[in-house]
């Protein structure tokens, strides 16, 4: 352990260490120290207390002697002189045309030295201002650029809380400041309202800093949700550091929902909110939207396709039996109707005769349709007759030629020519339109000239390509002499 004294050459500046050379100092006393820069005038802030060598800046400078009247009095005497010194370097920046505003001046204790504080945007060339200022002053001359802060701290001035600037007043040292104090502190995020004189971010946010950040670390975050002593679920929508209390928007079990403001302490935490996604209240919300929309729509689907809820199945079925019994009765289906049966009317029989006659036949066409429509499909019912699978459907009316009378002949028919037929035996064991089928018509009929017997290869269908009754694929065709052609 290593005994020291604490002095401080400015009226706010760093505290430094020395020996205290066998003497006794205590607050307040003035002394003279040895300095990196010569003898310096100072006042003794801590007094001799012993500290580890490990924290200590080595090599000690050792205290010369205590102050006198005489010196006291040549400090303030340099302080007078300083105000003319600072007019004097003001002038001499104007007259170059130099972009820096020159805030304070001081001299050295042993007049060996002035020093001249600016502030500026960025470089100066000021070694021409420096000769002249060392021309009037017949001494060294030195130029020391300064920060936003390190200004106001020499300036002064009063704060935004009425009271002389901290870093003015008692601040010796300056702590990095960031954003992220004024949120833990909960405080608006204006910079007119959270930045000092200095334009910078005020200093003072960083006494209750560690305050609040242990106090937020025992309290839940906005967006959380949290379960209640009454077992109900809410989402926490401010929270009071100070009196350790959140607002919760409660959600009720007829889904209606409140403000409360309850002690943190009596809160359950559930789950935290994810950045990017929504809350547990506007979850629910969208979740309560989607299943509305899935049962409309299931609703409008089952109504398209004639499809009742339970509770009106035989209301709704009672009315559609009725509708397919007035239909029935009026003859409105196609089966009912003599032309949709293959049924012509009789000459002289009216369309009433013709009505009654299926009533006439037995069991009544409405008690049959009701019974019909309570046990069968009732939507099949009411589609179109579509036409059976072979059935043929009707074509377009062509010219009567029943009476053979106005027929004309072969010759004068447009669609056909007049060919002659010749009767040949055709072999009934073998497909037609096979290889082999082809031969055998053709070894049937030998007769047949060259002409007739390439028309009917063209005729002729041929064999499929594929693996058919017909043959594999890439089999050649028959020739008329029996052969094949590959």
Same mark, same amino acid.
């Given at each position: ?309 339970? #509770?009106? *199945? &035989? ?5 559609? @039996?009725? %509708?397919? +019994? =007035? $239909? ?114 053709? #070894?049937? *009929? &030998? ?5 007739? @017997?390439? %028309?009917? +290869? =063209? $005729? ?27």
């Amino acid at each position: 352990m290593t005994e020291v004294v604490g002095v401080r050459f400015r009226e706010v500046g760093k505290i430094y260490t020395f020996t205290p050379n066998g003497e006794t100092y205590r607050r307040g006393d003035h002394v003279i120290a040895d300095t990196a820069k010569g003898p310096e005038y100072g006042t003794v802030i801590l007094g001799n207390y012993e500290i580890c060598e490990t924290q200590l800046e080595q090599p000690l400078k050792e205290i010369l002697r205590r102050a006198t009247k005489e010196d006291t009095e040549k400090v303030y005497a340099n302080k007078a002189r300083e105000h003319d010194a600072l007019m004097i370097c003001r002038k001499k920046v104007v007259e170059r045309g130099l972009e820096m505003k020159v805030i304070a001046s001081e001299y050295s204790f042993d007049d060996s030295r002035v020093i001249f504080f600016f502030t500026a945007d960025g470089r100066v060339d000021f070694r021409d201002l420096v000769k002249d200022l060392a021309a009037i002053f017949h001494m060294r001359i030195e130029l020391r650029q300064v920060g936003a802060r390190d200004e106001t701290k020499i300036v002064g001035g009063m704060g935004p809380c009425g009271r002389p600037l901290c870093c003015h007043s008692w601040l010796s040292d300056f702590v990095p400041v960031s954003i992220k104090m004024a949120k833990e502190q909960n405080l608006s995020l204006n910079p007119q309202k959270i930045s000092g004189v200095c334009g910078r971010l005020m200093c003072c946010l960083i006494n209750e800093a560690d305050t609040y950040a242990y106090l937020n670390s025992q309290m839940p975050k906005k967006g959380d949700t949290v379960e209640l002593a009454d077992g109900y679920l809410g989402e926490i929508t401010e929270v009071n550091v100070l009196k350790q209390t959140v607002r919760v928007l409660v959600i009720l079990d007829d889904d209606e929902r409140e403000m409360r403001d309850v002690p943190a302490s009596e809160t359950t935490f559930i789950a935290h909110r994810k950045k990017g996604q929504p809350s547990l209240l506007k979850r629910d919300a969208m979740a309560k939207r989607e299943a509305a929309l899935q049962e409309a729509k299931e609703r409008e689907m089952k109504k398209a396709q004639g499809i009742e809820d339970d #509770a009106d *199945a &035989p209301k709704a079925e009672n009315a559609r @039996a009725r %509708r397919e +019994r =007035r $239909r029935m009765e009026s003859g409105a289906y196609r089966k009912d109707r003599p032309e949709a049966s293959g049924e012509k009317p009789e000459s002289g029989s009216t369309a009433a005769e013709v009505e009654a006659r299926p009533q006439a036949a037995g069991v009544s066409d409405g008690a049959s349709a009701a019974a019909e429509t309570a046990g069968g499909d009732q939507t099949a019912r009411r589609r179109k007759r579509q036409p059976e699978r072979g059935e043929r459907k009707e074509r377009p009316e062509r010219a009567d030629w029943s009476d053979k009378t106005d027929r004309p002949e072969k010759s004068e028919r447009p669609d056909r020519q007049d060919r002659p037929r010749k009767d040949r035996p055709r072999r009934t064991d073998r497909p037609a339109g096979t290889p082999e089928g082809a031969a055998a018509e053709n #070894a049937a *009929a &030998p007769e047949e000239g060259g002409e007739q @017997a390439a %028309r009917r +290869r =063209r $005729r002729r269908r041929r064999p499929s390509r594929g693996t058919g009754e017909g043959g594999n694929a890439g089999q050649g065709s028959v020739s008329s002499d029996g052969g094949t052609n590959a």
